[in-house]
């Protein structure tokens, strides 16, 4: 029995002597979305998932909506009141909250923005305001990723057949199993002492952990799930997931394709299709790998970063003149960066404090501490005829003519 429906089951028991002989299990469900701000139980759990929260935590108008749906659910007004007290002291002892599909699958697999879509919500309008107060906000909390009711939640919703929920299940129960060298021993008759035992007992519960994992993995890539697929074929070393991740359809991560491309050819092509997603990173190493194509579109980025006026690429291309002999183009890249109010002659290097409260700040004799030296000293430009500053000159107007068109 999922926890979910262990929780019903306890609080039909609890709540039933206090209520109606109408009073059913499934209206302890229609209590529990009440209390989170949603009209009914269908609105809240086709979209939304539950889990382990605190008292604290409770949402607001929780008292007086469960009052209200109780009344809709025909229960007199005095036969409400003592179901509320009562399911309130139940949510006491056992607390919680939901969160929408969305958030889940945002946190994740980082698909798209955080939502907190409680559309359904705006259902709920019970009368005589006065009956209860409207409590303050919850604090937002962190992820709850051992969450033991989010885990059944989505267990259940994986048993029925939601292929999605064994991916979300694995990517929550992902875990890195310790050594079994311990275990092992005490296999043998090895007497453990208390601190062997819970490495022991941990390690066994990893185990049993990572074992969930590769089950519910392997049955979101069986059902056809790219990204699982993909992560499969990575975690078991089974070439065979990592070409089927190849031929299907659906997201999945371009640089994990790239990473685990087994040839050349494949790898190029998903590094450029992090290319076309503007990952400038997948540029550089494509160049670095020997790719033409890349080098020349890198370079044309740098350059045209440089002319925007980007100090750093400024004095990497004036340095790189500098090391070939290039004079003029050394001094290309100086009246660009002269357009810009800027000077490559200048230094750069300024003394900042090295820990303590002013960690990172200018360095200030005043306090002073350790320290460090940051910059960079100003490049020493060679002396050039009229002639040939005219060309640098009449170089650096083209490039910034051509930036402006």
């Known amino acids: ?108 697999f980082g698909l798209g923005a955080v939502t907190n879509d409680q559309s359904s919500s705006e ?22 990723h051992t969450s033991k009711l989010l885990i059944s939640d989505l267990e259940e919703r994986a048993n029925n057949g939601d292929l999605l929920s064994h991916y979300r299940l694995a990517k929550l129960l992902v875990c890195k199993v310790p050594t079994d060298y311990l275990y092992q021993e005490s296999l043998r008759g090895r007497i453990l002492n208390a601190t062997e035992q819970r490495m022991v007992e941990n390690y066994l519960a990893l185990s049993a952990q990572h074992t969930r994992y590769l089950k519910h993995l392997l049955a979101a890539a069986d059902g056809g799930i790219r990204a699982a697929t993909l992560d499969y074929s990575t975690v078991s070393g089974n070439v065979e997931y990592r070409l089927r991740a190849e031929q299907m359809d659906g997201d999945v991560d371009p640089r994990l394709m790239a990473a685990s491309a087994s040839d050349w050819v494949t790898r190029r092509e998903w590094l450029w299709r992090l290319v076309d997603l503007g990952d400038t990173s997948a540029l550089e190493k494509l160049a670095a790998e020997g790719d033409q194509d890349a080098a020349h579109e890198l370079t044309t980025q740098e350059v045209a970063k440089a002319v925007a006026g980007d100090i750093s690429f400024l004095r990497g291309f004036a340095e790189e003149a500098l090391r070939d002999g290039d004079v003029v183009a050394s001094w290309k890249w100086q009246f660009v960066a002269l357009s810009h109010g800027l000077d490559l002659t200048e230094s750069t290097l300024h003394a900042f404090h090295d820990g303590g ?48 068109d």
């Open 1 to 108: 029995m999922s926890v979910i429906k262990s929780f019903a089951h306890y609080a039909h028991q609890t709540l039933s002597p206090f209520a109606p002989r109408t009073f059913k299990r499934s209206h302890v469900y229609e209590l529990m979305a009440a209390g989170l701000g949603f009209s009914s139980w269908a609105a809240l759990h086709p979209s939304h998932v539950l889990f382990d929260a605190e008292a604290a935590d409770m949402p607001p108008k929780f008292a007086r909506n469960i009052l209200g749906r109780a009344m809709q659910l025909g229960c007199l007004q005095s036969e409400a009141q003592v179901l509320a007290d009562h399911f309130l002291k139940l949510y006491e002892q056992l607390p919680f909250s939901s969160l929408s599909l969305k958030e889940v699958d945002a946190k994740l």
């Open 123 to 144: 259902d709920l309008d019970f009368e005589d305001e006065e009956v209860w107060p409207v409590e303050d906000e919850p604090t937002k909390r962190a992820f709850p």
């Open 357 to 404: 409260p002013q960690d990172g700040d200018f360095y200030d004799s005043d306090f002073g501490g350790s320290m460090y030296v940051n910059g960079d000293e100003g490049l020493e430009m060679p002396e050039i005829s009229e002639e040939q500053l005219k060309v640098a000159r009449g170089m650096a107007e083209q490039l910034l003519a051509e930036a402006s």
